[in-house]
C-alpha cells in the first residue's frame, strides 16, 4: 500500500489547506452547454449555485466552478463568454458556502476575475502551455495552482498521444510546468499536479497512469486525480455512456485514493464520498504506514 506524502498548501487571505490526512472530494460544476457528462445542466444560475450547495452538504470540500468544456474536439469559447458564465455562480456559492471553490480556467483574465469574487484555487488543464499569464495571476493572488497534463490542444489532442513510456514522459512533461510556474513566480509549496487522464492519452494510457500513479510522488508535490466517468474506463467495462460508469468510477476512485492521490475530483459527490470514505479508512489500516 503507498504511503501518501503530507503537504499544506497555501490559500489567499493567508489561510492554507491540509492534504494527506484525508483524501479531499473535488465536485465538478461544469457551467456549459456541451461538456461530456453534464453539459446543459447548470447553465441557469441559480440551479448551479443548489447543485454546488449540495455538493457541499454532501461531503465536497472543493467546488470546481468551468466555464468551458475541455473535453477532447470541443470548440473553445471566449474569455467574455467564459466570465459571463462561471462569475455568477461563483459569486452565489461564495455567498452560500463556505466550501473552497477552484476556477476551471485556463485563461488568465477569468482566473483572476474569479480570485476577485472568492475563488481560492485554479486549475489550469494545459499545464500553463495556454496562457502563460495565467502563472502570474496565480503568484500575485496567492492562490494555489493545479497543473494537469496535456499535449496540444482539444482538436488534435489524440495525435499527440504518442509515448515511449506514458508514466515517466508526463512525469517529465508536469515537471517542466512546475518549472513554468516557478519562473511565473509561483511558490513551489502552491503547487498541485493531476496526470490529466484521458487528455492527449489512449484509454491504455490513462489506465497506465493510474496504475502507477505513486510514480508521480517523485515531483514532491500532491497528487489531484480525475477519472470521473472517463472513456478510458470503457476498456474495463465496456462500451457505456458516461452517465453510465459510475460503478467504473468508483474502482478507478478506489485506487486513486491507495496510490496517493489527495484529491479526487468527481462528478457524482454522495456516492463517490461514501467510496472515498471506505478507501481512506482503508488506506489508514495499511501495514505499512
Known amino acids: 500500500m503507498f504511503k501518501r506524502k503530507l503537504y499544506e498548501l497555501p490559500l489567499p487571505g493567508g489561510r492554507s489547506l491540509k492534504l494527506g ?10 457551467i456549459t452547454p456541451d461538456s461530456f457528462s453534464d453539459g446543459g445542466r447548470h447553465l441557469d444560475v441559480d440551479r448551479a449555485v443548489e447543485a454546488g450547495v ?7 470540500d472543493i467546488l470546481d466552478v468551468g466555464g468551458e468544456s475541455t ?29 473552497l471553490i ?61 509515448y515511449d513510456d506514458v508514466v515517466s514522459e508526463v512525469a517529465r512533461e508536469l515537471d517542466e ?17 493531476d496526470p490529466g487522464f484521458g487528455f492527449a492519452k489512449s484509454p491504455e494510457h490513462s489506465l ?30 465496456g462500451i457505456r455512456e458516461p452517465q453510465d460508469r459510475e460503478w467504473g468510477t468508483a474502482a478507478a476512485v478506489t485506487a486513486s485514493v491507495l496510490l496517493g492521490a489527495h484529491i479526487v475530483r468527481v462528478h457524482d459527490v454522495p456516492a463517490m464520498v461514501d467510496v472515498i470514505r471506505v478507501a481512506d479508512a482503508i488506506l489508514d489500516r495499511a501495514v505499512d504506514k
Do not use: Q
Request: a positive charge.
Open 71 to 99: 473535453r477532447p474536439g470541443a470548440d473553445s469559447v471566449g474569455a467574455n463568454e467564459e466570465l459571463s458564465r462561471v462569475l455568477p455562480v461563483v459569486d452565489g456559492l461564495a455567498r452560500r458556502t463556505d466550501a
Open 177 to 193: 510546468a512546475i518549472e513554468r510556474a516557478r519562473a511565473a513566480g509561483v511558490a513551489r509549496e502552491a503547487l498541485v499536479i
Open 54 to 60: 449540495r455538493m457541499v452538504e454532501a461531503g465536497a
Open 102 to 162: 477552484s476556477i476551471d480556467t485556463y485563461k488568465a483574465v477569468v482566473a483572476e476575475a474569479a480570485v476577485e469574487r472568492g475563488a481560492a484555487i485554479i486549475n489550469d488543464i494545459s499545464g500553463l502551455l495556454y496562457d502563460p499569464a495565467l502563472g502570474t495571476v496565480a503568484a500575485r493572488t496567492g492562490a494555489p495552482l493545479i497543473l494537469m497534463h496535456t499535449r496540444g490542444r482539444s482538436r488534435e489532442m489524440y495525435e499527440r498521444a504518442v
Open 208 to 237: 497506465t497512469l493510474l496504475a502507477r500513479l505513486p510514480e508521480l510522488a517523485r515531483l514532491a508535490r500532491p497528487i489531484l486525480s480525475g477519472p470521473s466517468r472517463k472513456s478510458f474506463l470503457t476498456l474495463a467495462i
Open 21 to 30: 490526512e484525508r483524501t479531499l472530494v473535488m465536485g465538478i460544476l461544469n
